[in-house]
């Protein structure tokens, strides 16, 4: 039987983050190798997964060593999502979320995304139907408003979501028309939490373990989502767990960020062609200290065998294999 959100969430409160062109099936899998567990895919319009494109095809899929993962959907017309919320899921993900809370002008200013936050009314209706036609946990993930001249509409929003049927909440502590500048605001998540009995999962600025431990304590919220932080330090989800339980945080030595970045290499090339050499460059940062020095080199790698000689010329001893990543 299908474990259900809460229950993701007692056993593992640290969420990876939906981010385009960043949480595909590769790098979920690096992230469940450093201690993720619940992760959510790429966000997928609706119209591809009505059309069935090929990039729909590939975000839509979640191999049995995928899992748990949530699908994250998006759209600015309603009767489409709702199609695309059937379809989606077919592929028995975790749960089923809606991005409401994607700032960037190409969607947001079409009405999808955090757009949806200039309409209240309309994304609960919206909310309502799509939680009423599927049997799945449906979510949604926002933003604590538009902007900083409109009073910030999440708390009604978390009652009002909450009472149509939406399983969990996931607040961007952040105004749409913030982007990520300022400072997330970690206690509107707090106040949403305090007035809703469905999950609450705080997102913005968690970068580290610390940041975990106070996010949570902070909220009282049932989980923390990490996005750019995991980008180049996955090992947060690790230390993380590890700072929650009080255990001893064990940074990541060179030796497993050279290993963790060969495999990003070698499944993203192996998915991809040698366009996922390219791809990987975007997790340089994982390297830690040693980047900088072979930044240049790597970017300069066109394919995986490049890769594998710039890594094995700055640690020789240090041989690995690309096995934690499938």
């Keep these: 039987m299908m474990r259900s959100l809460a229950a993701h969430l007692a056993r593992s409160p640290l969420i990876l983050a939906p981010m385009e062109d960043v949480s595909d099936a590769v790098f979920r899998a690096a992230c469940r190798s450093v201690g993720a567990e619940l992760c959510v895919t790429e966000f997928v319009h609706a119209d591809q997964v009505i059309a069935d494109t090929r990039m729909a095809r590939r975000k839509l899929t979640l191999a049995p060593d995928d899992r748990p993962t949530a699908i994250q959907i998006y759209g600015a017309n309603p009767q489409r999502l709702l199609e695309a919320a059937r379809i989606a899921e077919r592929a028995a993900p975790a749960y089923l979320d809606i991005n409401c809370g994607c700032w960037v002008p190409r969607v947001a200013g079409k009405g999808a995304g955090a757009g949806w936050l200039r309409d209240p009314a309309a994304m609960i209706a919206m909310a309502r139907a799509i939680a009423e036609a599927v049997a799945l946990p449906v979510t949604v993930k926002t933003r604590i408003g538009w902007g900083p001249e409109s009073e910030m509409p999440i708390i009604d929003l978390a009652r009002r979501l909450e009472d149509v049927g939406v399983a969990a909440l996931t607040i961007h502590c952040r105004t749409a028309q913030m982007g990520h500048s300022g400072r997330a605001d970690w206690s509107w998540a707090r106040r949403a939490r305090e007035v809703v009995a469905i999950p609450v999962i705080v997102n913005g600025d ?9 996010a949570l304590a902070e909220t009282g919220c049932a989980g923390a989502m990490i996005g ?27 030796a497993e960020r050279a290993a963790l970045y060969l495999a990003l290499a070698t499944a993203n090339a192996a998915g991809r062609g040698e366009h996922g050499v390219a791809m990987t460059r975007r997790h340089l940062g994982l390297l830690g200290a040693r980047g900088p020095a072979i930044r240049a080199r790597l970017f300069a790698a066109q394919t995986l065998a490049e890769v594998r000689d710039v890594l094995a010329s700055e640690r020789p001893t240090a041989h690995v294999e690309p096995s934690c990543v499938t």
């Design 206 to 214: 968690i970068r580290t373990a610390a940041d975990v431990v106070r």
């Design 228 to 254: 750019r932080g995991a980008i180049d330090h996955p090992w947060v989800f690790r230390e993380g767990t590890a700072a929650l339980a009080g255990a001893p945080i064990a940074g990541p030595t060179d």
